[in-house]
């Protein structure tokens, strides 16, 4: 075993990626499963040739600067929104990240929120528990199909074009996309049709967001566009939190200016809007997008191999940004 490159791992991952790390390296995983300090990341960095990030650690050219050595930050996310990825350029830093792999797992959380507000399912549940139940209803507790409804997905890349997939091909739905660019495989596979973003905010029955959070998408969703949207019309974010302005979310739902909204992601995690806990329009998930089995340890072998094929010669990295 070479000890020649140290690896530093910021919280606890799935056994498979640390296993294959230590065949090459020596690894130190931090134990503690809780947001490692930008003091003790800034220490680890200045010690180590590679670090195992995750996504509420923010890597900068300050932190950078600790370790002219440092040769790759490897994230343990597809979102580098936590990584300032011009400032590792600039330092000959590596950036991994890990695409492809928590797809499925992301695109069925924002089927887990499609259900739970049409179905009412966290109302419901509620009222089981709390034995409130009086008996069945014609009128009561009545929600919405998705069938032949109109999905709109902002950012038609690999998690919005799969939740496209999952909606048409399971669910019956038709559907519209915004994009930088377009994806004519999604028009041709989904009879899928690209639309301006004010089109798609008239037009659509359900949104999902998948862009990554850039200055651009930033509170790509505020006021004006919650005013534009249908008032029958549900939102559901399993992107990053800032993409939505949380309080004009808030204000929304209760102006009744659109009919509900299923959260996996909040402006300032771990804190969310106290307007939004109220609301029973509103479903919501701890950041669990891509908290499969499945996908995590999918996730933890590829941020492992990006590892190895950034710092041994002959191994291929499975995706860098900065190559
Ligand atoms: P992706 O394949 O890169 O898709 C993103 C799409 O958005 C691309 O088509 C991209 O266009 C487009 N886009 C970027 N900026 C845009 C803008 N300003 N306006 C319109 N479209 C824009 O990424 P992905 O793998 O689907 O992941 C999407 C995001 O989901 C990640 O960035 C991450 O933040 C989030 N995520 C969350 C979870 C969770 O646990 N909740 C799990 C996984 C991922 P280009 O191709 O031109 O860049």
Redesign the pocket.
């Known amino acids: 075993m070479s000890e020649k490159h140290k690896i530093f791992i910021t919280r606890p991952i799935p056994d498979n990626g640390i296993e294959m790390l230590e065949q090459h390296f020596k690894v130190k995983v931090r134990k503690k499963d809780s947001p490692i300090s930008r003091d003790e990341l800034s220490g680890a960095i200045s010690q180590h040739d590679a670090v195992l990030t995750i996504l509420t650690d923010r890597v900068d050219g300050e932190l950078l600067d600790q370790n002219p050595n440092l040769k790759i930050v490897s994230n343990f996310?597809?979102?580098t929104?936590n990584i300032d990825i011009n400032a590792c350029t600039e330092r000959g830093v590596k950036v991994g990240n890990t695409?492809?792999v928590?797809?499925t797992?992301?695109a069925e959380?924002v089927f887990a929120h499609l259900f739970g507000l049409t179905k009412r399912l966290i109302e419901g549940d509620e009222i089981m528990r709390k034995g409130k139940y009086k008996g069945w209803g014609p009128m009561y507790m009545l929600g919405v199909e998705l069938k032949g409804k109109t999905l709109g997905i902002?950012?038609?890349?690999?998690?919005?074009s799969e939740a496209a997939r999952m909606a048409y091909k399971g669910f019956g739905m038709n559907i519209i996309y915004?994009?930088?660019?377009g994806?004519k495989e999604l028009e041709q596979e989904l009879s899928a049709k690209q639309v301006g973003f004010d089109d798609m905010l008239e037009q659509a029955d359900f949104i999902s967001i998948?862009?990554?959070?850039?200055r651009?998408?930033r509170h790509?969703f505020s006021d004006n566009e919650f005013k534009k949207m249908k008032n029958s019309a549900f939102i559901i974010n399993?992107?990053?939190g800032p993409i939505i302005d949380e309080q004009a979310l808030a204000d929304a739902l209760e102006n009744k200016e659109i009919a509900g909204a299923g959260l996996?992601?909040f402006e300032d995690e771990p804190e969310i809007n106290p307007g939004l806990k109220k609301m029973d329009n509103v479903t919501m998930t701890p950041?669990?997008?891509?908290?499969t089995w499945e996908a995590r340890s999918a996730m933890a072998k590829v941020a492992a191999q990006n590892i190895i094929g950034t710092l041994i010669e002959g191994e291929e990295p499975v995706s860098i940004l900065n190559p």
């Open positions: 996310a597809v979102g929104d695409p492809e928590l797809t797992s992301t959380c902002v950012g038609a890349g690999r998690i919005g915004t994009d930088r660019g994806n998948h862009v990554p959070l850039t651009e998408t790509m399993t992107a990053r996996d992601v950041h669990t997008g891509s908290a």
